[in-house]
């Protein structure tokens, strides 16, 4: 199991497109992924329990995979965060 | 054959058959089921057939209309992607024995109230209206109900609809939306303008029953005498395939206008502009020969976005409109916002009386930080250009000069940082009828006057001009309403300050010839109205109409008799 912190530093928090395209890279791996954010926790794959959450700025959240490709998911999540401007 | 009658709110005409944008019944009852997996099997079905429409539709909006209108279908397929809903769902077809519209719709209610309830959020507030969307359209394919789609549309079709929003229209494919038929609004509803700008033969305010008419009905739209016929003979059919020609023939022959300078048949020169909103309704203005732009709606750069636009998006957008009208004049009115333009992410609190609440250029003042970002913009478009700005919603003398001061103190921060500035005219749209009552005393402080009649007569009558059941009294020819506006041009010219006018009367033929015996210098319309008013202008000796003028300010006492002076006035002699 992997596990990884991230400071969400978006004004925006997580919505809109990058909440669909942190979904989307979550989907292409086996492993099971979970966002973790003020003691809940959802299906990274579920765009609506993303949604749901709603994350905003300055919010820490925690992502943990577990699976055969864990690293690699975390690693494609975090180039994701990263990309989309979501975490610095 | 059945006939109908309606508002005529676009020019044109239209045959094609009847497709019914309409709510489908998707009402359901709760069932106990006994084979669960063969429910779910036809959840399943649903689902998919559900998903394929939607890259269908997708795709469409993608070619035909863009990326932006696109997004809104790419959310919902990956709402019915979902890993989690789909699972509670169909968990919970097996171990409540429920039928599958009864789960989904509980599932996915849940998720609504979730996002109805994050009251911070404004943006997961509208996601909600994405799930409702999303899971009708599953519910209609589980219950075998057709849904309408304006995106699948494939042949020439008028459009049946109580109401069109905007979300409809971004959808409609121009080569197959041919007429459209409406229940709702006037002439000034928003199904109205839009079939305008879109150029599309339009009747609204249908005063028949839009039930009457099936999916698949021939129907005639006339949209330039309100008519509608069902199921037309084969003579009525080609009388209106012969009108049709006629019109066409025209409106080729008003294209010699084009070009042309409005002139009276005595050689009086008032100005035809156009009234526009977005850079692609600056197209059709010029094409249709404008001599200037008297109304740009800014609101809509604040409406297409779910955020404020910045500065230089501004800025881009009113640099390329003067750009492209190449030194012609261009008025902007700054956002009229607020009040029924709702926009989310400025969290107005909802009113009671919208129209006479929080809005326009009152919203401006108490938010100038808003509006000091546009006036910024514009000023360093007016380098480009001919740029004038005018403030909506003015009601006192006050108001004006507080927005001036705003103004020129933004404008003396450029040009201390050297930024080149042009020579902008400030002035007011006179719509309250506290502002047309003291224009004379406005005429002192500004460089011009428009006259917004939309709300003006809306507020001289008392008569929301959306409410059907009173639009008779929305009355442009009220004697009531044009002493005011007669008032309003005298005060002008006794100041020496033009007067123009930019609501839909400015385009209405029967209102010209009156407006050319007032002296209004500057007349500005949808750009599909300029060159028959240019046309009809080039008829009109303006001393004659001075005497038609006097005589609907005097002597009249209704709008009957108002028209009866205008037909009186036009018959040659």
Redesign the interface.
């Not at chain 2, 990326?67 to 919902?76: L, M, N, W, Y």
């Not at chain 2, 000796?541 to 008799?561: F, G, I, P, Y």
């Given at each position: 199991m992997e596990k990884r912190q991230y400071n969400i530093t978006a004004e925006t928090g997580i919505h809109a497109r990058p909440a669909t395209l942190l979904v989307q890279t979550a989907s292409k791996f086996n492993s099971d992924i979970t966002l973790e954010y003020q003691e809940k926790s959802v299906n990274l794959k579920s765009i609506m329990g993303v949604m749901s959450l709603g994350v905003g700025q300055s919010a820490s959240v925690t992502i943990t995979a577990d699976g055969d490709d864990e690293k690699e998911a975390l690693d494609a999540i975090t180039e994701t965060m990263k990309s989309e401007g979501l975490t610095d | 054959m059945t006939k109908f009658k309606g508002i005529a709110a676009s020019d044109g005409i239209a045959i094609a058959s009847a497709f019914r944008l309409t709510e489908p019944d998707l009402s359901f009852n709760k069932e106990t089921i006994k084979d669960s997996d063969a429910e779910i099997a036809r959840l399943n079905q649903a689902i998919e057939v559900s998903k394929q429409e939607l890259r269908t539709i997708q795709q469409r909006t993608l070619k035909d209309l863009g990326r932006h209108e696109a997004e809104v279908f790419?959310?919902h397929i990956?709402?019915l992607?979902?890993?989690?809903?789909l699972k509670r769902i169909k968990t919970m077809i097996e171990t409540r024995h429920v039928n599958a519209e009864y789960a989904l719709k509980n599932v996915s209610d849940s998720?609504i109230q979730?996002?109805n309830s994050?009251t911070?959020?404004d943006?997961?507030k509208q996601?909600s209206t994405d799930?409702k969307d999303v899971m009708k359209r599953v519910l209609s394919h589980l219950l075998g109900v057709p849904l309408s789609d304006p995106a699948l549309i494939d042949h020439q079709v008028i459009i049946i609809a109580h109401d069109l929003t905007p979300s409809d229209t971004a959808q409609f494919v121009p080569n197959y939306v041919k007429g459209i038929v409406s229940d709702m609004g006037g002439r000034t509803s928003h199904s109205a303008i839009m079939s305008r700008t879109m150029e599309i033969p339009a009747v609204v305010g249908f005063q028949g029953s839009l039930a009457d008419i099936k999916d698949g009905d021939p129907v005639i739209v006339d949209g330039l005498t309100g008519n509608v016929i069902v199921k037309p003979t084969a003579d009525e059919r080609q009388a209106y395939h012969e009108k049709q020609r006629q019109y066409q023939q025209r409106n080729e022959q008003l294209g010699a206008f084009r070009n042309a300078a409005t002139t009276s048949s005595d050689g009086k020169h008032p100005i035809i502009a156009a009234n526009i909103g977005t850079l692609d309704d600056l197209q059709a203005a010029i094409d249709n020969g404008a001599e200037g732009i008297g109304l740009f709606r800014t609101e809509f750069l604040y409406m297409d976005s779910?955020k404020l636009p910045s500065e230089e998006a501004q800025f881009n957008v009113y640099k390329t409109v003067v750009q492209k009208m190449a030194g012609k004049p261009v008025i902007f009115r700054t956002a009229d916002i607020g009040g029924d333009k709702d926009l989310p992410y400025l969290h107005t609190p909802h009113e009671a009386n919208p129209f006479l609440g929080y809005r326009a250029i009152r919203m401006s003042l108490d938010q100038p930080d808003v509006f000091r970002t546009q006036l910024r913009a514009l000023i360093r478009a007016s380098a480009f250009g001919n740029l004038s700005i005018m403030f909506p919603m003015i009601a006192t003398v006050t108001e004006f000069k507080h927005a001036k001061r705003i103004f020129e103190d933004e404008r003396t921060k450029l040009v201390a940082k050297d930024i080149p500035v042009g020579n902008i005219k400030l002035g007011i749209m006179v719509e309250v009828p506290a502002a047309a009552l003291l224009a004379d005393q406005f005429a002192n402080v500004v460089d011009f006057m428009s006259i917004g009649t939309n709300d003006l007569i809306q507020y001289v009558m008392a008569a929301d001009r959306g409410n059907r059941r009173i639009s008779y009294l929305y009355q442009p020819y009220n004697p009531a309403v044009l002493r005011l506006i007669k008032s309003v041009i005298d005060a002008c010219h006794d100041n020496g300050t033009p007067a123009y006018m930019c609501g839909e009367m400015a385009g209405d033929q029967k209102a010209i010839p009156i407006l050319v015996g007032m002296g209004l210098n500057e007349f500005s319309m949808s750009a599909t109205s300029i060159l028959k008013s240019r046309a009809l202008i080039k008829e009109l000796d303006s001393r004659e109409m001075v005497t038609l003028a006097n005589k609907t300010v005097s002597l009249a006492s209704t709008s009957q008799q108002v028209l009866k002076y205008v037909h009186q006035a036009l018959e040659k002699p």
């Amino acid at each position: 199991m992997e596990k990884r912190q991230y400071n969400i530093t978006a004004e925006t928090g997580i919505h809109a497109r990058p909440a669909t395209l942190l979904v989307q890279t979550a989907s292409k791996f086996n492993s099971d992924i979970t966002l973790e954010y003020q003691e809940k926790s959802v299906n990274l794959k579920s765009i609506m329990g993303v949604m749901s959450l709603g994350v905003g700025q300055s919010a820490s959240v925690t992502i943990t995979a577990d699976g055969d490709d864990e690293k690699e998911a975390l690693d494609a999540i975090t180039e994701t965060m990263k990309s989309e401007g979501l975490t610095d | 054959m059945t006939k109908f009658k309606g508002i005529a709110a676009s020019d044109g005409i239209a045959i094609a058959s009847a497709f019914r944008l309409t709510e489908p019944d998707l009402s359901f009852n709760k069932e106990t089921i006994k084979d669960s997996d063969a429910e779910i099997a036809r959840l399943n079905q649903a689902i998919e057939v559900s998903k394929q429409e939607l890259r269908t539709i997708q795709q469409r909006t993608l070619k035909d209309l863009g990326r932006h209108e696109a997004e809104v279908f790419k959310a919902h397929i990956a709402i019915l992607s979902d890993p989690e809903l789909l699972k509670r769902i169909k968990t919970m077809i097996e171990t409540r024995h429920v039928n599958a519209e009864y789960a989904l719709k509980n599932v996915s209610d849940s998720y609504i109230q979730i996002f109805n309830s994050m009251t911070d959020n404004d943006y997961l507030k509208q996601r909600s209206t994405d799930i409702k969307d999303v899971m009708k359209r599953v519910l209609s394919h589980l219950l075998g109900v057709p849904l309408s789609d304006p995106a699948l549309i494939d042949h020439q079709v008028i459009i049946i609809a109580h109401d069109l929003t905007p979300s409809d229209t971004a959808q409609f494919v121009p080569n197959y939306v041919k007429g459209i038929v409406s229940d709702m609004g006037g002439r000034t509803s928003h199904s109205a303008i839009m079939s305008r700008t879109m150029e599309i033969p339009a009747v609204v305010g249908f005063q028949g029953s839009l039930a009457d008419i099936k999916d698949g009905d021939p129907v005639i739209v006339d949209g330039l005498t309100g008519n509608v016929i069902v199921k037309p003979t084969a003579d009525e059919r080609q009388a209106y395939h012969e009108k049709q020609r006629q019109y066409q023939q025209r409106n080729e022959q008003l294209g010699a206008f084009r070009n042309a300078a409005t002139t009276s048949s005595d050689g009086k020169h008032p100005i035809i502009a156009a009234n526009i909103g977005t850079l692609d309704d600056l197209q059709a203005a010029i094409d249709n020969g404008a001599e200037g732009i008297g109304l740009f709606r800014t609101e809509f750069l604040y409406m297409d976005s779910d955020k404020l636009p910045s500065e230089e998006a501004q800025f881009n957008v009113y640099k390329t409109v003067v750009q492209k009208m190449a030194g012609k004049p261009v008025i902007f009115r700054t956002a009229d916002i607020g009040g029924d333009k709702d926009l989310p992410y400025l969290h107005t609190p909802h009113e009671a009386n919208p129209f006479l609440g929080y809005r326009a250029i009152r919203m401006s003042l108490d938010q100038p930080d808003v509006f000091r970002t546009q006036l910024r913009a514009l000023i360093r478009a007016s380098a480009f250009g001919n740029l004038s700005i005018m403030f909506p919603m003015i009601a006192t003398v006050t108001e004006f000069k507080h927005a001036k001061r705003i103004f020129e103190d933004e404008r003396t921060k450029l040009v201390a940082k050297d930024i080149p500035v042009g020579n902008i005219k400030l002035g007011i749209m006179v719509e309250v009828p506290a502002a047309a009552l003291l224009a004379d005393q406005f005429a002192n402080v500004v460089d011009f006057m428009s006259i917004g009649t939309n709300d003006l007569i809306q507020y001289v009558m008392a008569a929301d001009r959306g409410n059907r059941r009173i639009s008779y009294l929305y009355q442009p020819y009220n004697p009531a309403v044009l002493r005011l506006i007669k008032s309003v041009i005298d005060a002008c010219h006794d100041n020496g300050t033009p007067a123009y006018m930019c609501g839909e009367m400015a385009g209405d033929q029967k209102a010209i010839p009156i407006l050319v015996g007032m002296g209004l210098n500057e007349f500005s319309m949808s750009a599909t109205s300029i060159l028959k008013s240019r046309a009809l202008i080039k008829e009109l000796d303006s001393r004659e109409m001075v005497t038609l003028a006097n005589k609907t300010v005097s002597l009249a006492s209704t709008s009957q008799q108002v028209l009866k002076y205008v037909h009186q006035a036009l018959e040659k002699p």
